[in-house]
């Protein structure tokens, strides 16, 4: 059963517009979440987090916005850049427990130039 | 630079060979992680260490056996591998298991 699902495999944005990438979560113990952006042969690179205490975190283009009642996170590249091309890998986890992250299948992002 | 290194970057072999990959932070963190992802296939966790105790074996083949000496390098040893086994293992650590994780470049592994 996958808590964490990104619905979207892929998606093609234009150069310069909005990137929107989507997250959806079942488990309610999730209090943190986080986006990983990762190139081919490449390990992942931590891009942004946030905290169930709060519903928008900023960082330049990136923002991730959290839904808690609808379980559901998303992840806003603006403007969208060729070199933001690569696959999206969203993750979350609980405070409580003794569970490491759980990753989603990851959404590739292309943009076009 | 993530501060997690892993080596060697590239790797062939034989399905009779027997092979070791070598992770090392330079983070202070308390756990580790070997990933594994395949062709088109998402992230799939092979094995954590926290405070150098294993503590989850995620149904891996014991072809593939981890070795966590010290907090600070893990290895992957590997042993009798299949085709199938062809991937990029990932390497990771965080401060605690609840929190971001730092990844390795990877390992490519060519099973032939």
């Known amino acids: 059963d996958q808590q964490v699902k990104q619905n979207s495999p892929s998606l093609s944005v234009q150069e310069g517009r909005i990137s929107i990438l989507n997250c959806d979560y079942t488990?309610?113990?999730?209090?943190?979440f986080l986006w990983y952006k990762k190139y081919p042969a490449e390990g992942p690179t931590f891009l942004i987090s946030?905290?169930?205490?709060?519903d928008k975190n900023e960082d330049g283009r990136f923002t991730v916005f959290l839904n808690k009642s609808a379980k559901h996170l998303s992840l806003h590249i603006v403007p969208s850049q060729p070199g933001d091309s690569a696959v999206y890998f969203c993750?979350?986890?609980?405070?409580?427990?003794?569970?490491?992250?759980?990753f989603g299948k990851g959404t590739r992002l292309s943009v076009i130039a | 630079e993530t501060g997690v290194t892993q080596t060697p970057r590239h790797l062939v072999m034989g399905m009779t060979n027997k092979k070791s990959l070598k992770c090392e932070q330079h983070?202070?963190?308390?756990?580790m992680y070997w990933y594994k992802q395949s062709a088109k296939k998402p992230l799939e966790l092979m094995f954590v260490?926290?405070?150098?105790?294993?503590?989850e074996n995620n149904s891996v083949p014991s072809r593939f056996s981890p070795e966590c000496p010290n907090s600070s390098h893990l290895f992957l040893h590997l042993h009798t591998l299949q085709p199938e086994d062809s991937a990029l293992y990932l390497c990771?650590?965080?401060?605690?298991?609840?929190?971001?994780?730092?990844f390795g470049p990877g390992t490519r592994l060519l099973v032939l």
């Open positions: 488990n309610s113990m999730f209090d943190y």
């Open positions: 983070l202070g963190h308390n756990a």
């Open positions: 946030i905290s169930s205490i709060k």
């Open positions: 990771a650590s965080s401060r605690s298991m609840k929190e971001t994780q730092y």
């Open positions: 993750a979350a986890s609980a405070s409580s427990g003794n569970t490491p992250l759980v």
């Open positions: 260490y926290s405070l150098e105790e294993r503590v």
